[in-house]
């Protein structure tokens, strides 16, 4: 096998950004434990409910997961179920398992993270039958494949890589069937921001090469030149957790910017203050209920600080994706 | 009579019919098709009322059987009717007023005479309950702590009280040890506790101090367990003393990591310098908000959920309040959900309570400013915001010159709102180690009583590992 391009900077900065999965998994933990939504599953990925979370982080995360849920719904739902998703940086993420239940699969399901991540996720799955067992009735056979950094079945492939390493990458999801012909889904969520700015351009300019017809969804931070921004990064630094990417982030222009010029048709972006004010009011004025936040400022620095970025290539024409 | 009333009269008839036959629906429908012909038939609105209260729409059939009063105040049936609202809506004391009414002049009838003494024997009762409530004394912590006896070990080296008092040695040796993280002996913290709870609570709701005009004072906001910031005030502006007298202005505790640190400093120099050292009651000194912003889980990792108790009781004996020279009024939230409320009110205020959801001891410590006149629902959802105009009036009414509150977080660690009459001071910088923003402490001269406005920057802290809640740099965003 060829000598491997050593890709990492630093390791202790890919284990502080391993880390953050841990941060997001614990997170929905504790909101879905106290009904901010619902997600069965989660609990395998997270033995106990864990120490209390801010309200305004429990708020935060309902607004990013209802939020990415209605993008990726809607697309897979525009393609008929005829589509692929693959979901980069995805961590300990429950997604293929409330696609199962909502009769919502895509053809195949595609994750990728760092191979010890993985190899944690496949433990879980492999351990625990509320998980295991949705998968193999998903499969045409009795047996997965399995091994250390890789499960693959009919619709659901978890691989273990380095998204900084594209050719590998590609290899990879090719070996796993990934079908370029088909309508994709491409969803990252806190996972640019860890890369350098070429680093992520390469992975999105690869999707749009890769795809025709293809919507990537990207979740993390935005309007970080200011001060609570400046506070972000310094705080995680602290953590040797470096947002290498947050150039990137300076705007919802800026989000846009790195799509519009790799090869994407388009491109949309909103803070999820926004996304907020645009969820199903009712369902807000629920969870609102649910814990009662002492300072409103902070949600409204908190979601002015994170956005959702959406591009598109259109090819088959699927139309365009309303948020309504 | 008129055209109209005729109409109208035949909407009441059908709208009677189908009260009779249990269609309280399509009753109220065409009662109101009556009123909408005629307004000034009180028997309309009373028989609404009726269908009102039989479709348990208590507050609409209260309002109409007003109305229906309005219109004829002789209206006996309207009485019953406002009554039988009342009641449904627990307002009995009310309910048993109109009951009066109607026994009063229809002695002879049954029904009212009964629904009359059913209500007053509902009425009495609640007042035997608000008599025993009172009169029975709430078993406090501090009957079940045998202090005296508690022992300190040989290996504990900290910071002791000296004879059971709070010393200035005593209070640099504590802070001292708080800032390398060690831990105060339970003992020093229970009496710290139990002599701050009796000192509180022998304070007015309202505390009146005078500055003589060589005097100056530091008034700063909320601190919310930043123990570092804490010491930092004290070392840009000297520690507390008789002639560096400071006012706290409430949230101690919750949200940051090191609140038992704060609250045991504040209350050492409480104790050291009562007159000269005071601390006002914010919404974070209480039960809901420690359980869900950190305070109580730390206090119950420190040291016991009983010590917590007795935390929450001292919190009660928090005064509401601070008025300077009769013209600074200074509280935590801010003014009043209706107008007319005087200083002598707030003295008279009974504080040592969990807030109610509303009224001035709740306004004092939830409201907030709004830039606009008048008075907004709060988007806290308690209490209220108020405009100019209120602070305008308050301030004229009780003959004041401004105010000062706390309460929220700004970017330069204070505002000035109200054309100047109503001061916002908030001391936490950097807030939940994200917000990046400025602190502020305020110095009021006894001379001009002219707010000097100071600003400072967060400092570093040790990286603890969070609390059963306030999390703040685990808890960096969305990761």
């Known amino acids: 096998m060829a000598a491997r391009k050593p890709f990492t900077d630093s390791d202790t900065s890919d284990e502080a950004v391993r880390a953050t999965c841990d941060d997001a998994t614990t997170c929905k933990r504790f909101a879905t434990s106290k009904g901010y939504w619902k997600d069965p599953y989660i609990q395998y990925f997270a033995r106990s409910v864990g120490e209390r979370k801010a309200p305004e982080i429990n708020r935060g995360y309902y607004a990013r997961v209802q939020g990415v849920n209605h993008l990726l719904d809607a697309f897979i739902r525009k393609a008929e179920c005829n589509c692929q998703v693959i979901n980069v940086g995805a961590g300990l993420d429950t997604t293929f398992w409330r696609l199962k239940d909502e009769n919502l699969m895509p053809r195949k399901f595609f994750e990728i993270d760092f191979p010890t991540v993985v190899a944690r996720k496949i433990h879980n799955i492999k351990t625990k039958p509320p998980l295991s067992k949705p998968l193999i009735e998903t499969h045409s056979t009795d047996s997965l494949l399995l091994d250390a950094h890789s499960l693959d079945s009919d619709r659901y492939c978890i691989i273990g890589a380095d998204l900084r390493d594209i050719s590998n990458l590609d290899e990879k999801l ?37 795809f025709h017809t293809a919507m990537f969804i990207n979740y993390e931070q935005v309007n970080m030149s200011d001060r ?25 222009d800026t989000q846009k910017e790195r799509f519009l010029k790799t090869g994407w048709e388009h491109a949309d972006a909103l803070d999820m203050m926004t996304i907020y004010s645009m969820l199903p009011q009712d369902d807000v ?40 | 009579m008129a055209e109209g009333d005729t109409e109208a009269e035949q909407l009441k008839e059908k709208a009677n019919k189908f009260f009779k036959e249990k269609d309280y629906e399509n009753a109220i429908k065409y009662y109101s098709e009556a009123v909408d012909l005629n307004p000034s038939n009180a028997i309309y ?60 002049v229809r002695p002879n009838d049954k029904d009212a005479r009964m629904k009359y003494q059913e209500c007053n024997k509902i ?3 609640k007042a035997f309950e608000r008599a025993i409530a009172s009169d029975e004394i709430k078993k406090s912590v501090v009957d ?104 706290f202005n409430g949230d101690f505790v919750d949200r940051g990591s090191f609140s038992l640190e704060v609250i045991l400093t504040l209350f050492g120099f409480k104790l050291l310098y009562p007159d000269n050292f005071h601390l006002l009651r ?75 959801d509303s009224g001035p001891m709740c ?34 009414q009780n003959k004041l010159d401004f105010i000062v509150r706390s309460h929220e977080v700004k970017a330069e660690g204070y505002e000035v709102t109200h054309s100047g009459k109503c001061i916002t001071v908030f001391s936490a910088p950097n807030y939940c180690d994200q917000m990046g923003n400025k602190g502020a402490y305020i110095h009021l001269r006894g001379s001009d009583l002219k707010p000097e406005f100071h600003q400072f920057t967060a400092v570093p802290h040790p990286n603890v590992k969070p609390m059963a809640y306030a999390n703040t740099l685990m808890q960096l965003g969305m990761m």
Not at chain 1, 233 to 243: M, S, V
Not at chain 2, 373 to 389: E, H, L, M, T
Request: aromatic content about 10%; hydrophobic content about 35%; overall charge negative.
């Open chain 2, 363 to 396: 306004d004092l410590l939830w409201s907030d400013p709004q830039p606009q006149n008048g008075r907004s629902i709060s988007k806290r959802g308690v209490s209220c915001q108020f405009g100019p105009d209120v602070t305008e009036r308050f301030l004229e």
């Open chain 1, 228 to 252: 609570f921004g400046q506070v972000m990064i310094e705080n995680l630094q602290r953590r040797q957790c470096t947002l290498a990417g947050v150039e990137a982030c300076q705007s919802l």
């Open chain 2, 144 to 247: 079940s702590l045998d202090i005296e006896n508690m022992t300190i070990e040989d290996d504990y080296v900290g910071p002791k009280l000296e004879d059971g008092k709070v010393t200035l040695t005593f209070m640099k040796e504590m802070m001292d040890w708080f800032k390398d993280q060690k831990k105060l002996h339970r003992k020093c913290a229970y009496q710290i506790l139990v002599q701050v709870k009796d000192l509180l609570s022998k304070l007015p709701s309202l505390v009146e101090i005078t500055l003589k005009e060589t005097e100056k004072i530091t008034i700063c906001g909320d601190t919310h367990g930043q123990y570092y910031d804490l010491l930092n005030i004290f070392k840009l502006n000297g520690l507390p003393s008789e002639t560096n007298p400071y006012l």
């Open chain 1, 285 to 324: 004025a629920r969870i609102e209920r649910l814990e009662f936040l002492d300072e409103r400022e902070l949600l409204q620095q908190l979601l002015q600080h994170y956005s959702i970025c959406w591009a598109t290539k259109d090819k088959l024409n699927l139309g365009n994706y309303e948020w309504i």
């Open chain 2, 123 to 125: 009425v009495k009762q």
């Open chain 1, 174 to 210: 090719k070996k796993f069937q990934l079908n370029p012909e088909l309508p994709t889904l491409l969803l990252s969520e806190c996972v640019l921001v860890y890369m350098t700015p070429s680093q992520s351009s390469n992975l999105v300019h690869w999707a749009a090469e890769t």
């Open chain 2, 45 to 104: 609105y009373s028989n609404r009322s009726l269908a009102y209260l039989r479709t348990e729409c208590y507050g609409y059939a209260l309002a109409d059987a007003t109305k229906a009063l309005e219109i004829d105040k002789n209206y006996i049936k309207g009485y019953y009717r406002r009554a039988t609202s009342n009641m449904a809506l627990g307002k009995f004391k009310a309910a048993l007023k109109d009951y009066e009414t109607v026994v009063r």
């Open chain 2, 282 to 356: 914010g919404n974070h000194e209480t039960d809901n908000m420690n359980q869900m912003y950190g305070f109580e889980g730390e206090v119950k990792a420190k040291y016991t959920a009983q010590m917590f108790q007795l935390f929450s009781e001292v919190f009660q004996w928090l005064p509401l309040a601070q008025c300077i020279n009769s013209k600074v009024l200074i509280m935590h939230g801010g003014l009043f959900s209706e107008d007319g409320v005087t200083l002598e009110d707030l003295r008279k205020i009974d504080r040592n309570r969990q807030p109610p």
